[in-house]
């Protein structure tokens, strides 16, 4: 094989890749086979059902001419040269075969699919399985029409995992797309198990800046529709519980990470512990100005021997804020990049602006 033709072969291999896989680039600028076929397509936001039937159509013809394009090129540019041995021979005419053979197969299950208002298609016949009428082989429809009308809606969640998978969750459903299919379940006859949960490195430098996911299996008890399951990043759990209106098992096995700043409200706390108390009547306090639900129950009251330019003032605010919220206050003034320093750092009293610093924040004790 000459060097043209290992390039060659290496920047169809990538140009495959990024047309199954497509980067964020290649979306951006509108390089997918989603966007070339657009019109073919439809909308997806008015006609959901209808444009993934397409789609998946879509995708199965444009892959399978994917081996007699290489083929057509490669001849063209380099000319037939058949490999000197028969058995290799042999291999090679099967393989041609084969790349003509995958089109048209392809052409002939679309046909198939295709008959009777798509209701051979592996998406209407799961529909089919949800409707009220099993025996009336139209009623995939009223289904489709009723996830048509909640993915229009405004409170859908969408969570785009890669260019080919997104999970869809709205009033009543949940649905995860994929190259070919699209899995449905529905949110009354479905149990979720969030099963467990991975992490990455975001950050080369920092080990602290992973991103977590939870993988969450999702198993429709209806009859002949399989379970599947589906991936969100952990700071996503709560929307996403917020959207299902049934509760989301996790095992006792998983473990949600705390993020930076839910580490740094503990230490917070186990560092204002050691404070001096202040005392105040807590009973006619009124709620934390920030989170509405605790009592407050700290008071910036300078403490600390500091001298220099950036001293510590007096604070004479009333106790307004709860610990938690001050120490998220204190977390997001710092700088982000440096979090070693945060304790010895300082900041401005959310209400007054005075100076303070961790030493400064004390407990409240009752008068
Ligand atoms: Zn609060
Ligand atoms: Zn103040
Ligand atoms: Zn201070």
Redesign the pocket.
């Known amino acids: 094989m000459s060097e043209e033709e290992v390039g060659f072969n290496i920047f169809y291999l990538l140009l495959l890749f990024a047309v199954i896989y497509p980067p964020k680039e290649f979306i951006s600028l509108g390089f997918t086979i989603e966007s070339i076929f657009a019109n073919y397509l439809g909308s997806e936001s008015i006609f959901f059902i209808n444009y993934h039937i397409n789609r998946s159509c879509l995708m199965l013809m444009v892959h399978s001419i994917v081996p007699i394009v290489y083929l057509m090129i490669y001849y063209l540019y380099f000319g037939v040269k058949l490999p000197k041995i028969v058995f290799v021979q042999y291999f090679w005419y099967m393989l041609i075969v084969l790349a003509f053979l995958l089109p048209i197969g392809a052409l002939c299950l679309i046909y198939y699919y295709k008959q009777n208002n798509w209701r051979n298609h592996p998406i209407a016949k799961i529909l089919q399985r949800y409707s009220n009428t099993p025996n009336n082989p139209e009623s995939w429809m009223t289904v489709a029409a009723e996830i048509n009308n909640e993915f229009r809606r405004t409170d859908k969640l969408i969570k785009t995992f890669s260019a080919i998978t997104k999970i869809v969750v709205t009033e009543n459903w949940i649905m995860k797309t994929s190259l070919y299919f699209v899995h449905f379940a529905h949110q009354s006859d479905s149990a979720l198990i969030a099963v467990n949960t991975d992490s990455h490195n975001i950050s080369i430098q920092d080990t602290n800046d992973s991103a977590q996911f939870v993988n969450i299996q999702v198993t429709p008890t209806r009859d002949g529709i399989k379970p599947f399951k589906i991936r969100i990043n952990s700071l996503d759990f709560k929307e996403l519980q917020d959207r299902i209106n049934r509760p989301i098992v996790i095992l006792s096995s998983v473990k949600f990470h705390t993020t930076i700043i839910d580490r740094f409200v503990e230490v917070f706390h186990s560092e204002i512990e050691r404070n001096p108390r202040y005392r105040a009547n807590q009973a006619n306090l009124d709620n934390c100005f920030a989170c509405m639900t605790k009592k407050p129950d700290v008071k ?1 009251n300078k403490h600390c021997p500091d001298q220099g330019d950036d001293r510590c003032t007096n ?3 009333r106790p307004m804020w709860c610990s938690s919220c001050l120490a998220r206050w204190f977390a997001s003034r710092q700088d982000q990049s440096e979090r070693e320093t945060w304790l010895n750092s300082k900041c401005n ?6 100076r303070f610093c961790i030493l400064d924040v004390c407990l409240l004790e009752d008068e």
Do not use: K, T, Y
């Not at 009293?349 to 005075?354: A, D, E, H, L, N």
């Open positions: 910036i604070c004479f605010c009293c959310p209400m007054c602006r005075s």
